[in-house]
């Protein structure tokens, strides 16, 4: 038997005993997770204005790694670093 779990924000729906993340590779693909940029917005606590910037640029200033890796893991996701213009650890060895 599988129970679906809802947070109290509504922003992401899980089952019990999931192990794998969901993983997302772009800020277009964070957005559509999550529903809109307003919806990205609440969940980050940012402004709309600045989820569309990370959009049109397809990148996440980096300053805000470390507080949206935490949110993201709560959240059960896993987002490649180079969304905030971080190499992978494979390609920062090369």
């Known amino acids: 038997m599988s129970v679906l779990l809802i947070d109290n924000n509504k922003h ?19 957005v ?13 606590g940012q402004t709309v204005g600045n989820v569309n910037s990370w959009i049109r640029r397809k990148e996440i200033p980096p300053r805000y790694y470390l507080q949206h890796t935490a949110i993201l893991e709560r959240d059960g996701v896993s987002v490649s670093p180079e969304v905030w213009g971080q190499k992978a650890p494979t390609e920062a060895a090369e």
């Open 32 to 44: 559509r997770h999550y529903g809109r940029a307003r919806d990205v917005a609440e969940r980050f």
């Open 12 to 30: 992401i729906a899980y089952k019990i005993g999931m192990t794998k993340a969901i993983e997302l590779k772009t800020v277009a693909e964070i």
